[in-house]
């Protein structure tokens, strides 16, 4: 099974930067998802890492190190609309996602 | 407009009462899921299909059944339902011959079970 614990909130000023964590332990790896769910609506992709290291889109980035079971998403220059649920979610070997239960981020003026 | 729709919005159910959640989809996904979200506890596999014709059990699937006649659709069923199936239901679906194989989610159903 698939364990993974990230923050549950985590509060910003508009126009900073926020790093929301996530780790993982797992009996299969196949690569890591983060979506963005905002309230009453359906989860939505944002990145995906199979590989170590840093992916970049735009003001979202996402990083993963396998050896450490341990990935970041991180927000630059935070907007209102921003605020919202990260899911971080890891996929097995047979391409099932488990998802943590999320991180609320309250971006605020 | 390509994408995933689920029936009903929501709906309150009377316990011990038979629901069928409706999913369809028209992207032509071979895989297709059911995940159920709970405050505190984020989405929970219920069941999964990986193609036409076959289905497997997720992280609870206990007091679900599903079905996969079709590429489209993707019906849950609770058979009888029990107030501890009162979550938002989401189904999703992916391309698992896609290179990141990113799942789509439809808009949910909200259930309540009294």
């Known amino acids: 099974g698939q364990n993974i614990d990230q923050p549950t909130e985590m509060t910003a000023t508009e126009g900073a930067i926020v790093q929301i964590n996530c780790t993982y332990q797992?009996?299969?790896?196949?690569?890591l998802f983060w979506y963005q769910q905002h309230a009453g609506e359906a989860p939505t992709f944002l990145s995906y890492?199979?590989?170590?290291g840093l992916e970049e889109k735009g003001r979202f980035s996402s990083f993963l190190s396998r050896s450490k079971g341990y990935s970041y998403l991180l927000l630059k220059e935070l907007q209102m609309k921003d605020s919202a649920s990260y899911l971080c979610?890891?996929?097995?070997?047979?391409?099932?996602?488990?998802f943590g239960a999320g991180t609320t981020v309250t971006v605020r003026a | 407009i390509a994408g995933i729709t689920q029936a009903p919005t929501s709906q309150i159910l009377a316990a011990g009462r038979r629901m069928t959640l409706r999913c369809t989809q028209d992207?032509?996904?071979?895989?297709m899921y059911w995940y159920r979200q709970d405050l505190g506890l984020g989405l929970r596999l219920i069941h999964y299909?990986?193609?036409?014709?076959?289905?497997g059990k997720g992280e609870v699937p206990d007091g679900y059944s599903v079905s996969r006649a079709n590429t489209d659709d993707f019906p849950l069923t609770l058979a009888s339902a029990v107030p501890s199936q009162t979550s938002v239901y989401f189904c999703?679906?992916?391309?698992?011959?896609?290179?990141?194989?990113?799942?789509?989610f439809g808009p949910g159903t909200r259930l309540t079970v009294l």
């Open positions: 999703a679906s992916s391309d698992s011959t896609a290179g990141n194989n990113e799942q789509f």
């Open positions: 797992t009996s299969g790896f196949n690569g």
């Open positions: 890492n199979v590989l170590d």
């Open positions: 979610a890891v996929r097995d070997g047979d391409y099932k996602l488990s």
């Open positions: 992207m032509r996904h071979n895989a």
């Open positions: 299909s990986n193609t036409a014709g076959t289905t």
